[in-house]
Protein backbone atom coordinates (compact mmCIF):
# COMPACT_ATOMS: atom_id res chain seq x y z
CA UNK A 1 0.00 0.00 0.00
CA UNK A 2 1.65 3.36 -1.17
CA UNK A 3 0.99 5.85 2.15
CA UNK A 4 0.86 9.61 0.37
CA UNK A 5 1.14 13.02 2.56
CA UNK A 6 -0.96 15.57 0.83
CA UNK A 7 -0.10 18.95 1.87
CA UNK A 8 -1.85 22.05 1.13
CA UNK A 9 -3.79 24.88 3.08
CA UNK A 10 -6.90 24.22 0.99
CA UNK A 11 -9.33 21.99 3.09
CA UNK A 12 -11.93 21.69 0.17
CA UNK A 13 -8.36 19.66 -1.72
CA UNK A 14 -8.72 16.77 0.87
CA UNK A 15 -12.08 16.21 0.08
CA UNK A 16 -11.97 15.83 -3.75
CA UNK A 17 -9.21 13.47 -3.02
CA UNK A 18 -11.19 11.59 -1.07
CA UNK A 19 -13.63 11.36 -3.39
CA UNK A 20 -11.43 11.14 -6.77
CA UNK A 21 -9.56 8.18 -5.19
CA UNK A 22 -12.43 6.38 -2.82
CA UNK A 23 -11.58 2.93 -4.60
CA UNK A 24 -8.34 2.99 -4.29
CA UNK A 25 -8.71 4.09 -0.67
CA UNK A 26 -11.32 1.71 -0.41
CA UNK A 27 -9.24 -1.63 -1.99
CA UNK A 28 -6.14 0.01 0.91
CA UNK A 29 -4.07 0.48 -2.71
CA UNK A 30 -4.12 4.05 -1.28
CA UNK A 31 -3.83 5.46 2.30
CA UNK A 32 -3.77 9.41 2.66
CA UNK A 33 -2.37 11.85 4.86
CA UNK A 34 -3.11 15.74 5.19
CA UNK A 35 -1.09 18.36 6.01
CA UNK A 36 -1.91 22.19 5.81
CA UNK A 37 1.68 23.31 6.16
CA UNK A 38 4.82 21.89 5.78
CA UNK A 39 5.86 22.13 9.49
CA UNK A 40 2.62 19.71 10.32
CA UNK A 41 3.82 17.66 6.98
CA UNK A 42 7.17 17.04 8.76
CA UNK A 43 5.39 16.27 12.03
CA UNK A 44 3.44 13.79 10.07
CA UNK A 45 6.38 11.94 8.61
CA UNK A 46 7.90 11.83 12.05
CA UNK A 47 4.95 9.64 12.98
CA UNK A 48 4.53 7.69 10.35
CA UNK A 49 7.72 7.25 8.53
CA UNK A 50 6.50 4.80 5.87
CA UNK A 51 5.06 7.62 4.17
CA UNK A 52 6.57 7.16 0.11
CA UNK A 53 4.69 9.96 -1.31
CA UNK A 54 4.08 13.89 -0.80
CA UNK A 55 2.15 16.07 -3.16
CA UNK A 56 2.63 19.70 -1.90
CA UNK A 57 1.96 22.94 -2.50
CA UNK A 58 3.75 25.86 -2.60
CA UNK A 59 2.32 29.00 -1.08
CA UNK A 60 1.42 27.84 2.19
CA UNK A 61 1.78 29.62 6.20
CA UNK A 62 4.21 28.54 8.41
CA UNK A 63 6.84 26.69 6.10
CA UNK A 64 5.64 26.99 2.13
CA UNK A 65 6.34 23.70 -0.96
CA UNK A 66 9.96 24.89 -1.37
CA UNK A 67 11.28 24.86 2.18
CA UNK A 68 9.39 21.86 2.89
CA UNK A 69 11.45 20.28 -0.39
CA UNK A 70 14.89 20.62 1.17
CA UNK A 71 14.08 20.11 4.41
CA UNK A 72 12.82 16.50 2.87
CA UNK A 73 15.80 16.00 0.97
CA UNK A 74 17.77 16.67 4.28
CA UNK A 75 16.11 14.25 6.43
CA UNK A 76 13.89 11.86 4.06
CA UNK A 77 15.92 11.50 1.16
CA UNK A 78 13.68 8.13 0.33
CA UNK A 79 10.48 10.07 0.13
CA UNK A 80 9.71 11.75 -3.09
CA UNK A 81 7.96 14.94 -3.54
CA UNK A 82 5.12 16.31 -6.18
CA UNK A 83 4.90 20.13 -6.32
CA UNK A 84 0.81 20.58 -7.06
CA UNK A 85 0.71 24.88 -7.18
CA UNK A 86 -1.15 27.46 -9.44
CA UNK A 87 2.59 29.35 -9.65
CA UNK A 88 3.72 26.75 -12.94
CA UNK A 89 5.99 29.69 -13.53
CA UNK A 90 9.21 28.60 -14.69
CA UNK A 91 11.62 29.77 -12.02
CA UNK A 92 9.02 28.04 -9.40
CA UNK A 93 9.19 24.77 -11.70
CA UNK A 94 12.91 25.25 -11.80
CA UNK A 95 13.56 25.81 -7.84
CA UNK A 96 10.86 22.94 -7.62
CA UNK A 97 13.16 20.56 -9.09
CA UNK A 98 16.47 22.03 -8.40
CA UNK A 99 15.01 20.97 -4.72
CA UNK A 100 14.25 17.59 -5.17
CA UNK A 101 10.75 17.54 -6.76
CA UNK A 102 10.35 14.35 -9.07
CA UNK A 103 7.53 16.09 -10.60
CA UNK A 104 5.01 19.19 -11.06
CA UNK A 105 1.44 19.93 -11.39
CA UNK A 106 -0.65 22.92 -11.96
CA UNK A 107 -3.76 23.65 -10.36
CA UNK A 108 -6.66 23.40 -11.17
CA UNK A 109 -6.03 20.18 -10.82
CA UNK A 110 -6.44 17.32 -13.55
CA UNK A 111 -7.27 14.29 -11.69
CA UNK A 112 -6.23 12.10 -15.06
CA UNK A 113 -2.64 13.64 -15.27
CA UNK A 114 -2.67 13.75 -10.98
CA UNK A 115 -3.36 9.79 -10.88
CA UNK A 116 -0.47 8.89 -13.43
CA UNK A 117 1.89 11.00 -11.70
CA UNK A 118 1.23 9.07 -8.44
CA UNK A 119 1.14 5.96 -10.24
CA UNK A 120 4.97 6.88 -11.71
CA UNK A 121 5.83 8.07 -8.38
CA UNK A 122 5.14 4.79 -6.48
CA UNK A 123 6.63 2.83 -9.50
CA UNK A 124 9.88 4.79 -8.79
CA UNK A 125 9.58 4.52 -5.08
CA UNK A 126 9.35 0.83 -5.38
CA UNK A 127 12.61 0.79 -7.51
CA UNK A 128 14.16 2.68 -5.41
CA UNK A 129 13.38 0.70 -2.12
CA UNK A 130 14.46 -2.52 -4.09
CA UNK A 131 18.05 -1.51 -4.70
CA UNK A 132 18.48 -0.15 -1.28
CA UNK A 133 16.90 -4.08 -0.27
CA UNK A 134 19.33 -5.44 -2.64
CA UNK A 135 22.54 -3.80 -1.80
CA UNK A 136 21.49 -4.10 1.79
CA UNK A 137 21.71 -8.03 1.34
CA UNK A 138 24.75 -7.77 -0.81
CA UNK A 139 26.16 -6.44 1.96
CA UNK A 140 24.99 -9.09 4.64
CA UNK A 141 25.83 -12.20 1.89
CA UNK A 142 29.76 -10.44 1.88
CA UNK A 143 29.59 -11.17 5.74
CA UNK A 144 29.18 -14.63 4.51
CA UNK A 145 30.33 -15.28 1.36
CA UNK A 146 34.37 -15.72 0.55
CA UNK A 147 35.10 -12.68 -1.38
CA UNK A 148 36.55 -14.77 -3.86
CA UNK A 149 32.81 -16.64 -5.10
CA UNK A 150 31.23 -13.24 -4.99
CA UNK A 151 33.49 -12.17 -7.78
CA UNK A 152 32.20 -15.11 -10.03
CA UNK A 153 28.22 -14.40 -8.93
CA UNK A 154 26.61 -12.94 -12.69
CA UNK A 155 29.01 -15.12 -14.85
CA UNK A 156 28.86 -18.48 -16.08
CA UNK A 157 31.74 -19.38 -13.90
CA UNK A 158 30.02 -18.88 -10.89
CA UNK A 159 27.78 -23.10 -10.57
CA UNK A 160 31.22 -24.61 -12.31
CA UNK A 161 33.11 -22.40 -9.26
CA UNK A 162 31.36 -23.21 -6.43
CA UNK A 163 31.38 -27.15 -7.78
CA UNK A 164 34.95 -27.10 -8.03
CA UNK A 165 37.46 -29.10 -5.67
CA UNK A 166 40.61 -29.55 -5.44
CA UNK A 167 44.20 -30.47 -3.01
CA UNK A 168 46.11 -27.25 -2.09
CA UNK A 169 49.05 -27.19 0.27
CA UNK A 170 48.17 -25.18 2.94
CA UNK A 171 48.42 -24.20 7.07
CA UNK A 172 45.51 -24.34 8.64
CA UNK A 173 44.69 -22.71 12.30
CA UNK A 174 42.63 -23.33 15.21
CA UNK A 175 41.61 -20.76 17.77
CA UNK A 176 39.55 -21.55 20.82
CA UNK A 177 38.65 -18.97 23.57
CA UNK A 178 39.21 -21.03 27.15
CA UNK A 179 36.51 -20.89 29.70
CA UNK A 180 34.09 -18.63 27.57
CA UNK A 181 31.44 -21.30 28.20
CA UNK A 182 31.59 -20.86 32.01
CA UNK A 183 31.61 -16.79 31.76
CA UNK A 184 28.68 -17.36 29.24
CA UNK A 185 26.17 -18.40 32.06
CA UNK A 186 26.91 -16.12 34.08
CA UNK A 187 26.19 -12.66 32.00
CA UNK A 188 23.17 -11.87 29.83
CA UNK A 189 22.90 -12.97 26.39
CA UNK A 190 22.93 -9.75 24.93
CA UNK A 191 26.47 -9.17 26.13
CA UNK A 192 28.16 -12.94 25.71
CA UNK A 193 26.56 -12.32 22.03
CA UNK A 194 29.05 -8.32 21.75
CA UNK A 195 31.72 -9.74 24.00
CA UNK A 196 32.26 -12.96 21.81
CA UNK A 197 31.88 -11.01 18.50
CA UNK A 198 34.90 -8.28 20.17
CA UNK A 199 36.85 -11.33 20.78
CA UNK A 200 35.97 -12.35 17.32
CA UNK A 201 37.36 -9.15 15.64
CA UNK A 202 40.29 -9.59 17.13
CA UNK A 203 41.21 -12.87 15.69
CA UNK A 204 39.83 -12.07 12.39
CA UNK A 205 42.39 -8.90 11.87
CA UNK A 206 45.22 -10.32 13.09
CA UNK A 207 44.47 -13.09 10.44
CA UNK A 208 43.52 -10.91 7.86
CA UNK A 209 47.21 -9.05 8.39
CA UNK A 210 49.04 -11.90 7.54
CA UNK A 211 47.09 -12.91 4.04
CA UNK A 212 44.95 -15.75 5.87
CA UNK A 213 41.09 -16.47 5.57
CA UNK A 214 38.10 -17.21 8.19
CA UNK A 215 36.50 -20.45 7.27
CA UNK A 216 34.01 -20.61 9.83
CA UNK A 217 33.06 -19.99 13.46
CA UNK A 218 32.56 -22.91 16.02
CA UNK A 219 30.84 -21.72 19.07
CA UNK A 220 33.55 -19.75 20.40
CA UNK A 221 36.27 -21.28 17.96
CA UNK A 222 37.92 -19.85 14.60
CA UNK A 223 38.98 -21.95 12.15
CA UNK A 224 41.55 -19.80 9.67
CA UNK A 225 43.38 -20.68 6.28
CA UNK A 226 46.24 -19.71 4.61
CA UNK A 227 47.65 -20.17 1.73
CA UNK A 228 50.36 -19.16 -0.66
CA UNK A 229 54.04 -18.40 -0.05
CA UNK A 230 55.11 -18.76 3.57
CA UNK A 231 51.72 -19.78 4.59
CA UNK A 232 52.95 -21.59 7.88
CA UNK A 233 54.67 -18.99 8.70
CA UNK A 234 52.06 -16.62 8.48
CA UNK A 235 49.85 -18.69 10.50
CA UNK A 236 52.04 -18.81 13.11
CA UNK A 237 52.61 -15.09 13.20
CA UNK A 238 49.05 -14.37 13.13
CA UNK A 239 48.33 -16.76 16.07
CA UNK A 240 51.19 -15.15 18.34
CA UNK A 241 49.45 -11.71 17.59
CA UNK A 242 46.40 -13.39 18.25
CA UNK A 243 47.57 -14.52 21.59
CA UNK A 244 49.52 -11.45 22.57
CA UNK A 245 46.28 -9.21 22.03
CA UNK A 246 44.48 -11.31 24.35
CA UNK A 247 47.04 -11.45 26.59
CA UNK A 248 46.71 -7.45 27.10
CA UNK A 249 43.04 -7.74 27.46
CA UNK A 250 41.98 -6.88 31.28
CA UNK A 251 39.42 -9.00 33.22
CA UNK A 252 35.84 -8.15 32.66
CA UNK A 253 34.93 -5.99 35.91
CA UNK A 254 35.74 -6.36 39.52
CA UNK A 255 33.45 -8.58 40.31
CA UNK A 256 34.00 -11.01 36.84
CA UNK A 257 37.55 -11.73 37.26
CA UNK A 258 37.51 -13.38 33.58
CA UNK A 259 40.29 -12.67 31.85
CA UNK A 260 40.18 -14.00 28.26
CA UNK A 261 43.30 -16.40 26.95
CA UNK A 262 43.22 -18.71 24.08
CA UNK A 263 44.94 -22.25 22.81
CA UNK A 264 45.84 -22.59 19.59
CA UNK A 265 46.38 -25.45 17.23
CA UNK A 266 48.42 -25.17 13.88
CA UNK A 267 49.03 -27.85 11.33
CA UNK A 268 50.28 -27.56 7.56
CA UNK A 269 50.07 -29.82 4.74
CA UNK A 270 48.01 -31.40 1.85
CA UNK A 271 44.10 -30.78 2.27
CA UNK A 272 40.95 -30.90 0.08
CA UNK A 273 39.13 -27.83 -0.14
CA UNK A 274 36.01 -27.69 -2.09
CA UNK A 275 31.84 -27.27 -1.05
CA UNK A 276 30.86 -29.96 1.88
CA UNK A 277 27.53 -29.94 2.76
CA UNK A 278 23.67 -30.85 1.57
CA UNK A 279 22.81 -29.74 -1.91
CA UNK A 280 19.23 -31.10 -1.42
CA UNK A 281 18.93 -28.76 1.38
CA UNK A 282 20.92 -25.94 -0.48
CA UNK A 283 23.40 -25.52 2.26
CA UNK A 284 26.95 -25.94 1.34
CA UNK A 285 30.13 -25.14 3.19
CA UNK A 286 33.23 -23.44 0.77
CA UNK A 287 35.72 -25.05 3.58
CA UNK A 288 38.74 -27.34 3.69
CA UNK A 289 38.64 -31.12 5.20
CA UNK A 290 41.33 -33.87 5.59
CA UNK A 291 43.73 -35.44 8.32
CA UNK A 292 45.71 -32.35 8.67
CA UNK A 293 42.69 -29.97 9.22
CA UNK A 294 41.53 -32.67 12.15
CA UNK A 295 45.17 -32.71 13.56
CA UNK A 296 45.08 -28.94 13.79
CA UNK A 297 41.64 -29.05 15.64
CA UNK A 298 43.21 -32.39 17.99
CA UNK A 299 46.17 -29.90 18.30
CA UNK A 300 44.03 -27.31 19.69
CA UNK A 301 42.36 -29.37 22.07
CA UNK A 302 45.56 -30.38 23.32
CA UNK A 303 47.04 -27.27 24.00
CA UNK A 304 46.18 -25.02 27.67
CA UNK A 305 45.21 -21.65 27.66
CA UNK A 306 47.79 -19.56 26.45
CA UNK A 307 49.70 -22.01 24.00
CA UNK A 308 50.29 -22.57 20.57
CA UNK A 309 50.59 -25.80 19.54
CA UNK A 310 52.44 -27.32 16.31
CA UNK A 311 53.44 -30.68 15.34
CA UNK A 312 57.04 -32.13 14.29
CA UNK A 313 56.49 -31.48 10.81
CA UNK A 314 55.68 -28.36 11.24
CA UNK A 315 58.63 -27.97 13.97
CA UNK A 316 60.94 -29.21 11.38
CA UNK A 317 59.57 -26.18 8.64
CA UNK A 318 59.71 -23.34 11.04
CA UNK A 319 62.23 -24.09 13.84
CA UNK A 320 65.07 -21.59 12.28
CA UNK A 321 62.13 -18.85 12.31
CA UNK A 322 60.48 -19.41 15.33
CA UNK A 323 61.52 -20.25 19.25
CA UNK A 324 60.05 -23.69 20.09
CA UNK A 325 59.72 -25.75 23.13
CA UNK A 326 59.84 -29.27 22.87
CA UNK A 327 56.45 -30.45 25.08
CA UNK A 328 56.90 -34.24 24.38
CA UNK A 329 54.49 -37.34 22.91
CA UNK A 330 51.47 -36.95 23.66
CA UNK A 331 48.20 -39.14 22.23
CA UNK A 332 45.45 -37.07 19.74
CA UNK A 333 41.92 -38.09 19.17
CA UNK A 334 41.65 -40.64 16.53
CA UNK A 335 45.95 -40.94 15.86
CA UNK A 336 47.05 -44.92 16.16
CA UNK A 337 50.62 -43.50 17.98
CA UNK A 338 51.81 -40.98 19.77
CA UNK A 339 52.38 -37.82 18.47
CA UNK A 340 55.42 -34.91 18.97
CA UNK A 341 54.38 -31.52 20.15
CA UNK A 342 55.83 -28.65 20.40
CA UNK A 343 54.71 -25.47 21.74
CA UNK A 344 55.89 -21.95 19.89
CA UNK A 345 57.19 -19.09 22.38
CA UNK A 346 57.54 -16.14 20.16
Known sequence: MAKILVVDDETDLEILIKQKFRQKIRENEYEFTFAVNGNEALKKIQLDPDINIVLSDINMPEMDGLTLLSRLSESSPLIKSVIVSAY????????????????????????????????????????????????RENSILKMYVDETVLNF???????????ANESVDASVVFVDICSFTTISENIPPDDV??????????????????????????????????????????????????RASFEKKPALSKKISYSPQVSIGINSGEMISGNIGSASLKRLDYTVIGDTVNTAQRLQSAADPGQILINNISYEKVKESFNCRKVGEVSLKNKAGLVIVYEVLG
Open 88 to 135: GDMENIRTAMNRGAFDFITKPINFEDLTLTIEKTIKHCIQIRETLEAI
Open 153 to 163: MGGREFESSLM
Open 193 to 242: VKLLNSYFDIMVKEIIDQGGYIDKFIGDAVMAVFRGDYHLDRAIDACLAI
